[in-house]
């Protein structure tokens, strides 16, 4: 459904850090780096048929985060979802919500971990047992 998602930085180079670390815990490589026209660099992660960016803001204003927006990060094990709390917990992100662990739901059990990286997007890592 979705071909990519964007969240603005107002530190590029600590978002590529952070996000070295955590997607990386998912299979993800080194970012493409660009520089827009407009002189603001962006950064596109690309994995399994999908890109994740971070952008210095076009506008010239602050990045700030959306109250009430997270964005799920599919994992393929529960091991999988530590890693990658624990990678963005060492890499100036924040454990948000309960600890990292089993949550039962209408949607049924899975794995979460809910974690701010270091610009304030909330970001969660979820493993859904088949």
Do not use: W
Not at 22 to 30: D, I, M
Not at 32 to 46: D, E, K, M, V
Not at 48 to 72: H, K, L, R, V, Y
Not at 102 to 128: E, F, Q, T, W
């Amino acid at each position: 459904m979705f071909s990519h998602v964007m969240v603005g930085s107002n530190d590029i180079e600590q978002a590529k850090r952070f996000y070295d670390a955590v997607l990386g815990t998912l299979g993800a490589s080194e970012p493409i780096r660009n520089q827009a026209p407009s002189g603001h660099t962006r950064l596109f992660y690309r994995h399994a048929g999908t890109t994740f960016c971070i952008s210095e803001p076009i506008d010239g204003e602050a990045a700030t985060c959306a109250n009430g927006g997270t964005i799920g990060f599919k994992c393929s094990s529960l091991e999988q979802v530590q890693e990658f709390h624990d990678a963005a917990v060492a890499y100036g992100g924040q454990s948000v919500e309960d600890p990292p662990g089993l949550r039962n739901s209408a949607m049924g059990a899975m794995h979460l971990a809910y974690v701010r990286d270091p610009d304030g997007n909330k970001l969660c890592a979820i493993y859904r047992a088949k």
